[in-house]
């Protein structure tokens, strides 16, 4: 559904264990190791940027670092709106980020 398959619904009986773990879980793993132990994507980091706990700006837990994952999805279910809502937050926070207790920062 969110790669663009429109019979997302009617290819639900096609589902397989490799495909849920290369499409579903492997991102899921990669993504969170990343900001776990880099604080950072391979694109936050071309951009100089990092995810950081918004309390303490350190690294993100685990815990976290899957919340934020799995908040993705409830940002962009209405419209995207909560990633649009971090153009309105005084801190640039999207609701996944308010969701995790994280922040995106500039790293120096």
Do not use: C
Not at 32 to 51: D, E, I, R, S
Not at 86 to 108: E, P, T, Y
């Amino acid at each position: 559904m969110f790669y663009g398959d429109s019979d997302w619904l009617a290819n639900q009986s096609e589902w397989s264990f490799n495909g849920m773990v290369y499409n579903e879980l492997l991102p899921l793993f990669l993504v969170v190791m990343f900001w776990v132990h880099k604080a950072a994507t391979p694109g936050k980091m071309f951009l100089n940027a990092k995810v950081v706990d918004a309390k303490t700006g350190h690294n993100l837990s685990v815990g976290q670092s899957i919340i934020r994952y799995l908040g993705y999805i409830i940002s962009a279910i209405p419209f995207g709106l909560g990633f649009i809502w971090a153009l309105f937050d005084q801190q640039n926070r999207g609701w996944h980020d308010m969701l995790a207790g994280s922040i995106v920062i500039q790293n120096h």
